[in-house]
């Protein structure tokens, strides 16, 4: 166990961006808001896997939405603790600890926020290793625990729950829920015990958000490279595989919201005047390609950096004659099985290209 | 108390068809679980709203949704019955009685399934006298019952909950939620005591409804004229006055599904070879004009049946060719008061004609 204080969250909101690759919502608000609730409630208790007892019950938590609409429509930071609440009063159980579903962008900063409010400790895991535009492309799903119920609140009161069988209809429901909510809602879901989550989760992903940001506050304050200090420390944790996947300037941005996500494509002409790359993008980037190479694809993070300061950019920031650097991971093996990619690799998203591992298996 | 057993369903399911102006489902299915579910179950307690006890606590119910989906989508019959433990379980109150929320059509006889099955009374009204094609469009909101929770399952076994303060919220969210169901979904809504049912329902739709079964059949068998004895029958209830608007020869019917509800427009072409009549359906029929002239416009009642039988004839199973009379029913005065008219009238429904009650008021 240790304690998440506010002069933590500037490393975090930053790690999170990387791993948000593009999406998961801007970690700024999210940060904002963990920073609000730490400063009336106190810190933070954080508590890796193996300290969870095993017959505590937690939830997951995060908010859903296109993270284009984040933006303008600002969470009032009380939506998540009433989706909780909601999610006691229907089901009679109390919550012992929560877990973040996400890894990436603003939902690794959003369960602090409900800690903080409710004094329960945080799981440093999450179902995600990164973060992925659906609620079924958890590594919870993929292991055998149910989506459902899904407890959502909105920032006006609103309350909704859904009880399927189905992960991918607990998806489909709620995201039309989220759209009547007008595109953004917060949620509490997969509950579980202490001893599935330590099977099924994606490890310390809260302290890997952390451990870039600081990764990245440090080679700049050195002025050093912060994307080769990023891509040296991303080699000596559990996901192990970090690239430079190519360079360039964005001459072109495709973006609309469809079916309640912001989908499109980001077109970066390299520096060394090659064939232009392409980023596909479905809340997060999902593949990078040049011509018919494909360069990374998911799970993998593609994760689009500002090429001065490797500061991770959200796809709702992106914007024409941004210098980027395109930063490729690897993810750890447990979101690589069979299982998995079944789950949230090339096809789970209709891309035709086949996965394979960015460094080798 | 009176008992409704299976000999009821036939006059109950055609009176429907008439009070459903169109919309509410096809009460064919309806009857048809009925029918399984009294032979199942045994006869079912009708109740009138003054025999409720004041503190008795009940649900409305009925199903949502575009009537032309439910002619594809056969409810299984199980899911007003999972709605309604779904509130249960969600609120820990026990229902002691349940009510229609819609009079019309298929929701006309959904109510005799749910009360057969769990042997709780029915409470004879409901909180349209009609059919409406929106959950805000009931007596129990204009005069202030909340229509939330609002406890939703389609026939697959998927649950949803709506908690919201706004009936017009909970329609939209509902509405969202019914679409991702299939388009067409059972629920449990406004919830209330007896004494306040007692004060916002339109008393004896369910009587009423079996009553013009009954005088159609009765006009039927003794080869009278059964759209002049519906007539006669209905100024002799609380609704007062009823008319014939017009007859004619469908010669066009445009007709889709838009946001979860079945709209178009009707022609008829009148036997007397004027002007032909327009009727604009949304689920319902809402407005019946002939030319620049308003003929009947909601609340009241928009009725268009077979020439030679005064059947019913539901939105989605008009075709081109048929011969049909169009009758028009004054709503009681309930649902005539300013507070009603600004839930259920012309504007509600973005027409620009004002509402002038058939018959005058």
Chains 1, 2 share one sequence.
């Not at 933070?44 to 505590?56: F, K, M, P, S």
């Not at 990436?104 to 290793?129: F, H, K, R, W, Y």
Request: aromatic fraction near 4%; proline fraction near 6%.
């Amino acid at each position: 166990m240790r304690e998440l204080r506010a002069a933590d969250l500037e490393d975090i909101a930053a790690g999170a961006a990387v791993l948000g690759t593009g999406g998961g919502g801007d970690p700024y608000i999210g940060k904002l808001l963990a920073r609000v609730a730490i400063e009336r409630h106190g810190p933070v208790r954080l508590i890796a896997l193996d300290e969870l007892d095993d017959g505590a019950w937690l939830v997951t938590c995060g908010a859903m939405g296109a993270p284009t609409i984040v933006l303008e429509k600002v969470p009032s930071g009380e939506e998540m603790l009433m989706a909780l609440r909601h999610y006691e009063a229907v089901t009679g159980r109390r919550v012992e600890a929560i877990m973040p579903f996400e890894a990436g962008g603003l939902n690794s900063c959003l369960p602090i926020v409900l800690a903080a409010q409710t004094g329960l400790p945080l799981v440093d895991a999450d179902g995600m290793g990164r973060a992925f535009p659906q609620l079924e492309m958890e590594t919870f799903h993929v292991y055998g625990v149910p989506a459902a119920p899904v407890a959502m609140a909105d920032e006006k009161g609103n309350l909704a729950m859904v009880e399927t069988a189905d992960a991918a209809k607990a998806e489909f429901m709620a995201r039309g829920i989220c759209i009547r909510m007008g595109g953004q809602a917060s949620l509490v879901n997969y509950p579980m015990d202490g001893a599935t989550a330590k099977r099924v989760s994606v490890p310390a992903t809260m302290s890997l958000a952390q451990g870039i940001g600081q990764v990245l506050r440090r080679a700049r304050a050195e002025k050093a490279e912060p994307l080769a200090a990023l891509i040296d420390f991303l080699k000596t944790t559990h996901y192990g595989h970090a690239e430079c996947l190519g360079s360039g300037k964005i001459t072109d941005i495709e973006r609309k919201v469809e079916n309640g996500w912001s989908v499109g494509i980001v077109t970066i002409a390299p520096f060394d005047g090659g064939e232009a790359y392409a980023i596909r993008i479905q809340n997060e980037n999902l593949v990078m390609e040049r011509g018919a190479q494909v360069l990374a694809v998911v799970p993998d993070l593609i994760c689009v950096l500002d090429s001065d300061t490797a500061e991770a950019i959200p796809t709702e920031r992106l914007r024409y004659g941004q210098r980027v650097d395109v930063l490729g991971v690897r993810v750890p093996p447990i979101m690589r099985s069979a299982e998995a990619l079944a789950v949230f690799g090339p096809a789970a998203f209709g891309l035709g290209a086949s996965y394979r591992p960015l460094g080798g298996g």
